[in-house]
């Protein structure tokens, strides 16, 4: 039997998927703990981000307000610039993000044109937000900062010194 298109999910619908699943792990959430804070399963919460079920304005809302984001956060970064993410489908543990951070859960609304994070990204995020010690994180951003650097000089072509 043949598929109509409308048995596929929306390229928008995909999209505000990614963006809501993104902001749930970078808060701290399992999909089971942000579901039990709407009153939802955590089935749907994967419905809804795999796109396959549409989220309604008044509950993007309220996943907006949970994950500390402003609604447009799901729809900003553009369909282009999305990329699939490979992470597991319940990859946090089942705790609040008040249990997880204890300075406040971290704010991703800064940074707009976030792609979907890899299971290193949180991995990252979800350890760094676990340090209380500001000198301590400052030199952390510091020596991811001279890493990437690095590692961005060490590509580029070598520029030879001819002797003429």
Do not use: C, W
């Not at 489908?89 to 089942?94: E, H, L, N, P, Q």
């Amino acid at each position: 039997m043949k598929r109509k298109r409308s048995d596929f999910p929306h390229p928008m619908d995909i999209q505000v998927g990614r963006r809501l699943r993104a902001a749930r792990l970078l808060s701290g959430f399992s999909q089971s703990v942000l579901g039990k804070h709407v009153d939802l399963t955590f089935q749907q919460i994967q419905k809804y981000e795999k796109g396959l079920n549409r989220i309604g304005a008044s509950r993007l809302q309220q996943f907006a307000q949970l994950l500390n984001v402003p609604p447009s956060y799901f729809f900003e970064g553009g369909l282009e610039n999305e990329t699939p993410a490979a992470l597991p489908v319940d990859g946090v543990a089942d705790q609040t993000s008040a249990e997880l951070y204890a300075g406040g859960a971290p704010s991703i609304s800064d940074n707009a044109a976030m792609p979907s994070p890899n299971r290193q990204t949180v991995d990252l995020v979800y350890h760094f937000n676990r340090i209380t010690d500001p000198a301590l994180r400052a030199s952390l951003v510091h020596l991811v900062k001279t890493a990437a650097s690095a590692t961005e000089a060490a590509s580029l072509p070598k520029q030879g010194n001819s002797k003429g």
